[in-house]
């Protein structure tokens, strides 16, 4: 979906993951949430270069997030967006 208002505020206040995504379809970020709604609206501010979105409902979102992230390292050697600045907030 076009990652705008209007579509944000049709996602349900619901547990789950959504992802990011830029004008070529590459993931910026993969998040779980227990308001994705609530999330999905303050990644709009956070967030000016994402241009279109996905989400699933899912009452693991920590766990479905972890899979998520883990499928995309595998296949991509890298975190979302392109580097692993959430992997040096670890450490």
Same mark, same amino acid.
């Given at each position: 979906?076009? &990652? *705008?208002? @209007? *579509?944000? *505020?049709?996602?349900? !206040? @619901? @547990?789950?993951?959504?992802?990011?995504?830029?004008? !070529?379809?590459?993931?910026?970020?993969?998040?779980?949430? /227990? *308001?994705?709604?609530?999330?999905?609206?303050? /990644?709009?501010?956070?967030s %000016?270069? /994402?241009?279109?979105? $996905? &989400? !699933? !409902?899912?009452?693991?979102?920590?766990?479905? @997030?972890?899979?998520?992230?883990?499928?995309?390292?595998?296949?991509?050697?890298?975190? %979302?967006?392109?580097?692993? $600045? $959430?992997?040096e $907030?670890? &450490?």
């Amino acid at each position: 979906m076009t &990652f *705008n208002e @209007e *579509n944000t *505020n049709e996602v349900l !206040e @619901e @547990e789950g993951v959504f992802q990011l995504y830029d004008e !070529e379809h590459n993931v910026l970020s993969i998040k779980g949430t /227990a *308001n994705m709604r609530k999330s999905l609206l303050e /990644a709009l501010e956070e967030s %000016p270069s /994402a241009v279109w979105f $996905d &989400f !699933e !409902e899912d009452k693991m979102y920590s766990k479905r @997030e972890s899979e998520m992230i883990q499928q995309y390292l595998q296949k991509h050697g890298e975190m %979302p967006g392109g580097g692993d $600045d $959430d992997l040096e $907030d670890l &450490f």
